[in-house]
């Protein structure tokens, strides 16, 4: 399977806990997006990463949330100190850059978190 | 700062029958509009963009700018068409571009 990969696909973590989600996309792609998605709503953007800079960060995003992509490849999630409004599903998304190929994203399976 | 609204949670149609899946949007400027589809057990996927004005699977949507809409319609429903559907607006200039402003989505189920 060549496409965006996600590790774990499911977490459940006590509240407090820290945790971490891997996302690797497809190895042509420069670009690397994270999304969360609660239930009955749509992906809501976090971040996103051209190589290894993080180009912009939602204003959402608290500061107990940080990614990186240290090598432009492979990008990690970070949740210090997890409530239960955390828990939701995590996306992760690639694309090649530029603007007429950064629109199509392909996505992976997402990581599913449950904060008890 | 941008909205996508997508007024229908869910929708219902017979095989063959049109369909249409309604999308509006709020944003001062000239956004891009996309449909994303999510089938059954697969992953979220394009499915089209307004620039490119194609059919995709016999479906077409067309930018109205001053209705601010970016409806999705199919004249023949078919089964395999039942999915979760995404309207998403994206920035057109600056470093934003690429980055995604997801409606709630619309659950589209073909009957038999």
Redesign the interface.
């Given at each position: 399977d060549t496409?965006?990969s996600q590790n774990p696909r499911h977490k459940i973590t006590k509240r407090g806990q820290n945790v971490t989600f891997r996302c690797d996309p497809i190895s042509e792609h420069n670009?690397l997006?994270w999304?969360r998605q609660t239930l009955?709503?749509?992906?809501?953007?976090l971040t996103?990463f051209q190589n290894e800079a993080q180009?912009?960060k939602s204003r959402l995003l608290s500061d107990r949330f940080s990614a990186e992509r240290p090598k432009g490849s492979f990008s990690t999630l970070e949740i210090q100190r997890t409530e239960q409004g955390d828990s939701a599903m995590y996306?992760c998304?690639s694309?090649l850059g530029g603007?007429a190929r950064?629109?199509?994203?392909?996505?992976?399976?997402g990581t599913r978190l449950t904060v008890t | 700062a941008q909205r996508v609204t997508q007024p229908e949670k869910l929708l219902s149609v017979f095989k063959g029958a049109p369909v249409e899946l309604k999308c509006n949007y709020s944003y001062s400027g000239s956004p891009e509009l996309f449909w994303y589809v999510q089938y059954s057990r697969q992953r979220l996927q394009l499915l089209l963009r307004h620039i490119s004005r194609e059919s995709i699977k016999g479906f077409t949507a067309d930018l109205n700018k001053g209705e601010t809409s970016f409806h999705l319609k199919k004249p023949f429903a078919q089964e395999e068409d039942s999915a979760m559907y995404y309207c998403a607006l994206s920035l057109s200039g600056g470093t934003s571009y690429g980055k995604l402003t997801f409606g709630q989505g619309t659950i589209l189920t073909v009957h038999p």
């Open positions: 496409g965006v670009r997006y999304y009955g709503q749509g992906p809501e953007f996103y180009l912009e996306l998304a694309s603007w950064a629109y199509e994203q392909y996505f992976g399976p | -």
